[in-house]
């Protein structure tokens, strides 16, 4: 790929074109353009089959496909009147940096993973080597930081140690104690855990952590068991973050990057979390109980 490709969001194939009911290898379109087309999208159908290469698809008007090429043949497709531009293009990647920036990855993963530096150190000192280095640009890395994920953390961790300094903590702990008092210890640890996934997916899943852990060491207490197993189920709980865009921050910068809705993360969340609460009870279980 070279520096000056660009992608363009889309063209679309208008009456009287060369593209009109015939196909990309027909026309010619690639060697005329000098252009690869990437996707081909029909309004409301599913034209391309498995065995099938874009290529050969007879194209209708409105067909849009999805270009990549060099930024002068992108520009002449813009002037040509066979064709409507949908949209701008962008410019591609600059791959020349690739490995300097697998290598700045790697020198932020390996001492972070063999214990040599915290990751908060090594990924701070990553950073400042992709700007100093130009693998990517100051304006680049401010618009990458999202500021919902700082405030949906700040206030999350501040919610969780509210709750503890106004002893919310203990009185959710004798809550749970009387709600499942006589059940077995299978039952009140699994019921520790789905409370956490449902307060993670709330607070998110270091807040969760924060307010479940005092709980499950006085639910423990409280039962004469051991702590380990109702702490694990706190840390496995809190992690069950799956059903909606507040519960982990990576949520929320997939959700910003894919153009997801609050009720994608129900959709997709919801049966994950119920699959990973009974497979991680179980599991538990099996192996303290």
Same mark, same amino acid.
């Given at each position: ?152 953390? =700040?206030?999350?961790? /501040?919610?969780? $140690?509210? *709750?503890?300094?106004?002893? #919310?903590?203990? +009185?959710?702990?004798?809550? %749970? &104690? ?64 799956? =059903?909606?865009?507040? /519960?982990?921050? $990576?949520? *929320?910068?997939?959700?910003? #990057?894919?153009? +997801?809705?609050?009720?994608? %993360? &129900? ?23």
């Amino acid at each position: 790929m070279q520096d000056d490709d660009q992608i363009a969001v889309g063209i679309a194939v208008v009456p009287g074109s060369t593209l009109d009911r015939t196909s990309l290898r027909y026309a010619r379109f690639i060697a005329r353009f000098q252009l690869a087309v990437l996707a081909l999208h029909r309004p409301g159908k599913d034209i391309l089959r498995a065995d099938e290469e874009i290529q050969d698809v007879s194209l209708t008007p409105g067909d849009v496909l999805l270009v990549q090429g060099p930024r002068d043949q992108i520009s002449e497709l813009k002037r040509n009147a066979e064709f409507l531009v949908l949209d701008s293009s962008m410019v591609l990647p600059r791959t020349r940096k690739a490995p300097i920036a697998l290598a700045i990855i790697a020198l932020v993963v390996v001492p972070a993973a063999l214990g040599i530096m915290p990751i908060a150190v090594s990924a701070t000192a990553g950073a400042c080597l992709m700007l100093v280095l130009r693998c990517m640009s100051i304006g680049a890395a401010i618009r990458a930081i999202s500021p919902s994920v700082f405030f949906v953390v =700040a206030a999350s961790l /501040a919610l969780g $140690t509210a *709750l503890v300094d106004t002893g #919310a903590t203990g +009185y959710l702990t004798e809550l %749970f &104690l009387v709600l499942t008092a006589g059940a077995s210890p299978t039952v009140t640890l699994g019921s520790l855990m789905l409370m956490l996934a449902v307060l993670t997916n709330v607070v998110s899943n270091n807040a969760a952590a924060v307010i479940g852990t005092p709980i499950a060491i006085g639910i423990a207490q409280g039962l004469a068991l051991p702590a380990e197993p109702f702490v694990l189920a706190v840390l496995f709980g809190a992690n069950l973050s799956y =059903a909606t865009p507040m /519960a982990y921050k $990576t949520n *929320l910068l997939v959700m910003s #990057a894919g153009n +997801y809705t609050f009720a994608d %993360f &129900l959709r997709v969340g919801v049966p994950l979390s119920i699959i990973m609460w009974l497979v991680l009870t179980a599991a538990l279980s099996w192996l303290y109980f």
